[in-house]
């Protein structure tokens, strides 16, 4: 089998242009477009540089909506105007080339620029040569369908304020830190009498450009440590703020009283350094979002129906009583009553249950189902934020908080308790040798001890974790998720679309040997059904036989099976047409009868992503597995091999997951929740650690702590065992920054810390904890492939 010259996928229709090999006509055709508009170099750049191109049905006529317009653009002056797309197809260097060379498909496109690590591009176009609409069908065409959503409308502006702020604050306080270094020179050397009368004046412009590293730096770590102080709670930014006020508080006693040149560059060094520490804790993990809400799974626009006429609508403009079309594959938006169409609605994001529920004429459809089958008309009943999904999601106790307190805090406190005693200590005995000295003596302890090894040992080592994991595609909120997700004892599974695989079953045929022109008539008749479970027996067979029969009398009744006539044979395909046979309770299964006579079943079964059996095995020997779905007991048996019925829990509603997990922390067992879908929100919110599984992990997915592609989650095993070695790696840290801290001691309690030693200890505990925790984990991850 070849593979795809486009996206090295192998091919299973070979598709034969070019003298070249493509495995669909989505790969060819922006083979053929690049080509066109000689961009073939982009195929010499990587072995692999496409992705595998679906044609999309998807429709951006909502993009010509001046409200939506003004909502994506982020400038527009004249006919000149900027969008920033998420492209979650983004992977490599081609993707780069082929993005920054956009103007050579249309000259409409002025400027591309792509940031690759939040997997966006910033378009500048020229709005008289190429809509918003039109730029959108070109990215789409060429395999980068633009992430568009409600929520993510309002939020990128707001993302890019937050991270300016914190460059602009790491400049300015960058920037002091090496003039002051610089003015403190003639101090470090010990230079002859002729500087000592600028030493005075080189004191005094430390003084003032350490101002700007107090207000604009140092205030984060003082603020943070003042909140954490009202909730009585001592987190690891109070004893920063000790040593920051003993060492500004002391610098600048020595320079207005003028004895000594102060500890001003250990001061800006030490939040220079801890500012990176926060830059890069926020880096590795600022490209996904994970407070997503029902609006990121909610189209942008609907199609309304004007006296029988499709309009294009933004959705916030939906109002009740109006009729909407929605076509297969779309979202229902809100409340509705079927008005005409034959409804079969996938609610498995919702309620969990991966039947489809066959609707009839006047029956209510709840928001979030989506339609398998033709085109509905629809009349609201309600609008978007008043329908059943919305509250659903804006349940308080889906937004419960869990106090979390971290292992560096648990540290802090005793860290700070102890420090203080020591001053107390030294303070005391001092007094007796030297009352003279004893300030002196405390504000070197408070200096020399300030925990800015420690501090920054959790973020570079955790921070690390965050990068490494967001390599293999599992996605971590923030540091903290860390810690719990080492100490977990319980692992509670969604089962629909989690441990399962909702577009794919296992069929086996169980009956009489048929003749070759039989399967025919079956998939031919399976063929003119959209229940899935027709659809998976036509989709089966069609591997083995390509030929289309006319069926006469096509009926199907909902609840029952589907009939038709093929060549004077009457066909029935369904339930047992007698009861009076038992079946295994975790089997699926649908009849074939030909002129009332049984030629047998097939059977369905859910099939199991790869390697989950063996996940749930090899899990079983060190955690409490539990496994929670909103379906049917059909799996029961099955999954039974491998957990304690106790454990098995099915027709689950939201609700009832959240208060299951809430049950086990209520014993005292720490829980880590795997879900999918909205119906999981409030457990992942709940639990110790919230997964959201994810096809695409850029598409919409719960509110979690991590978000995981679902191919990496029978490598779950892995990841607990590496989030606990880095538990390992920060307290190694501590202790190796402990012993700097020894060091320093000495020469604080015996009145011998001098700037100069200062400057030395300081950044070089700070670089060595930084050099450490980075060499300790990526020789782990090496090992651990």
């Known amino acids: 089998m070849q593979s795809c010259y486009h996206c090295d996928s192998n091919c299973e229709d070979e598709i034969l242009f070019n003298e070249k090999v493509f495995c669909c006509n989505g790969c060819k055709t922006v083979y053929e477009i690049l080509s066109e508009a000689e961009l073939s170099n982009y195929y010499e750049m990587n072995e692999r540089p496409g992705s595998k191109v679906e044609f999309s049905s998807n429709s951006y006529e909502y993009l010509d ?13 004249g006919t000149t105007s900027r969008v920033q797309f998420t492209l979650p197809q983004i992977h490599c260097s081609s993707c780069l080339w082929l993005l920054e060379n956009l103007n050579k ?8 620029q792509v940031n690759f690590v939040s997997k966006e591009a910033s378009i500048l176009f020229d709005s008289s040569k190429l809509t918003l609409r039109e730029l959108a069908e070109l990215l789409d065409k060429i395999g980068y369908q633009p992430d568009i959503s409600l929520e993510e409308t309002g939020k990128k502006q707001q993302k890019v304020k937050k991270d300016r702020k914190l460059i602009l604050r790491i ?15 003639p101090e470090y050397l010990g230079l002859d009498e002729s500087f000592l009368k600028f030493q005075t004046t080189f004191n005094w412009l430390n003084l003032v450009l350490s101002i700007p590293v107090l207000l604009g730096g140092a205030g984060i770590f003082l603020r943070s440590a003042i909140k954490s102080l009202a909730y009585q709670k001592i987190n690891i930014d109070v004893p920063i703020s000790l040593g920051i006020v003993a060492l500004f508080g002391r610098s600048i006693f020595e320079v207005i009283t003028n004895t000594g040149a102060g500890y001003f560059d250990s001061f800006a060094g030490l939040i220079f350094f801890l500012l990176i520490g926060r830059w890069f804790q926020q880096k590795t993990y600022a490209a996904i979002n994970f407070e997503r809400d029902y609006k990121s799974y909610f189209p942008i626009s609907v199609t309304k129906l004007n006296d029988d006429k499709p309009e294009v609508l933004a959705l916030n403009e939906l109002k009740s009583g109006d009729q909407l ?10 409340d509705a009553v079927l008005i005409s169409g034959d409804a079969r609605i996938d609610y498995s994001f919702v309620s969990g ?4 529920v066959k609707k009839e004429l006047g029956d209510k459809l709840y928001a979030g189902g989506r339609q398998n089958g033709g085109v509905l008309v629809l009349k609201t009943l309600s609008e978007v934020d008043n329908s059943y999904l919305t509250r659903l999601w804006n349940n308080p106790i889906f937004h419960q908080k869990k106090p979390r307190e971290s292992f560096a805090d648990v540290v802090s406190k005793y860290f700070t308790i102890t420090i203080i005693t020591i001053s107390l ?10 009352p003279s000295r004893v300030a002196f003596i405390v504000t070197s302890i408070l200096i020399v001890v300030c925990p800015c090894a420690i501090a920054l040992a959790v973020p570079f080592t955790q921070g690390n974790v965050i990068r490494l994991f967001g390599n293999k595609a599992v996605y971590i909120r923030s540091n903290d998720v860390i810690d719990p997700t080492g100490e977990v004892t319980d692992i509670v599974f969604d089962k629909t679309g989690t441990l399962t695989n909702n577009s794919s079953h296992n069929i086996k045929w169980e009956g009489q040997i048929l003749e070759h022109h039989d399967w025919e008539n079956i998939a031919s008749i399976c063929g003119q059904s959209t229940h899935h479970l027709s659809r998976s027996i036509y989709n089966h067979l069609t591997q083995y036989t390509a030929k289309v029969i006319e069926v006469e009398n096509f009926n199907e009744i909902a609840g029952k099976g589907i009939f038709g006539v093929i060549e004077n044979d009457n066909w029935y395909i369904g339930k047992k047409q007698s009861e009076n046979l038992g079946l295994q309770r975790d089997l699926t299964t649908v009849y074939v009868y030909k002129n ?8 369905f079964q859910n099939e199991y992503r790869k390697g989950a059996e063996n996940l749930l095995t090899t899990l079983k020997s060190e955690f409490n597995i539990h496994v929670l779905s909103g379906d049917n007991d059909a799996e029961a048996i099955r999954l039974g091999q491998f957990i304690d019925d106790d454990n098995l829990l099915f027709n689950q509603t939201p609700e009832g997951k959240l208060n299951y997990v809430k049950g086990l922390q209520d014993a005292g067992k720490k829980v880590m929740m795997i879900g999918d879908g909205l119906n999981d929100a409030g457990a992942l919110k709940q639990a110790d650690v919230g997964i959201a599984v994810a096809e695409n992990i850029h598409a919409f997915s719960p509110s979690s702590d991590i978000i995981m592609d679902v191919k990496k989650i029978s490598e779950l095993k892995t990841y607990i065992n590496f989030a606990r070695y880095s538990k390992r790696v920060v307290i190694i840290s501590y202790a190796f920054s402990i012993l700097y801290n020894i060091a320093g001691l000495f020469f604080a309690l015996s009145g011998q810390l001098t700037p100069l030693v200062a400057a030395i200890l300081m950044p070089l505990s700070s670089i060595s904890t ?3 925790v980075t060499f300790l984990t990526q020789l782990r991850a090496k090992k651990l492939k």
């Open 325 to 334: 079309l929605v076509r297969n594959g779309e979202l229902i938006p809100a």
């Open 425 to 434: 200590l030294a303070a005391i005995i001092w007094y007796q040798i030297d």
């Open 770 to 772: 930084v050099l450490l």
């Open 596 to 603: 009332d006579i049984e030629l047998g079943y097939y059977t």
């Open 105 to 112: 498909l249309h000259n409409g496109v002025l400027v591309c």
């Open 171 to 185: 400049g300015l306080v960058g920037f002091c830190f090496g003039n002051i270094m610089l003015l403190s020179f």
């Open 65 to 77: 909506l001046d409200e939506i317009k003004g909502k994506l653009l982020i400038f527009e002056e």
């Open 353 to 356: 249950e991966s039947e489809l």
